[in-house]
């Protein structure tokens, strides 16, 4: 898997780039015919540890789906992170502003 060019767009572009799964499949692995859900958790692995990450959270396995790659140590990466964190708070009934997501239903499914 090489994301050279993804995380330099990322990187020009301030620090998000919504880009197509399938973009984002012909650097990860050309030679597959298909995105599966293995594929996605790799590709979510790789970008983590260039520092990316995307949202939704979970990759979708859809060539023709459309994601945001952020960088993680941007402004726009820090708030999805806090985000993210209060998603998995809420999962564990614990999220210190319960009503929070009731106004957000979309954030809550894509940070998840």
């Known amino acids: ?12 572009d301030h620090g998000a780039k919504r880009l197509s799964m399938y973009f984002i499949k012909q650097h990860a692995a050309p030679e597959r015919a298909r995105l599966s859900a293995e594929l996605c958790a790799q590709i979510s692995e790789e970008f983590a540890r260039i520092g990316l990450s995307t949202l939704p959270r ?3 396995t859809s060539e023709n789906e459309f994601v ?3 960088q993680s140590s941007s402004i726009l ?9 209060l998603v998995n708070l ?6 210190p502003l319960p009503q929070l997501f009731d106004n957000y239903p979309q954030a809550k ?3 998840s």
């Open 68 to 70: 945001w790659v952020l």
């Open 77 to 85: 990466g820090e708030v999805a992170d806090i985000a993210a964190a």
């Open 58 to 60: 979970t990759l979708p």
């Open 109 to 111: 499914s894509n940070l």
């Open 1 to 12: 898997m090489d994301f050279t060019i993804i995380k330099h767009a990322v990187e020009v």
């Open 90 to 95: 809420d999962k564990l009934g614990m999220n």
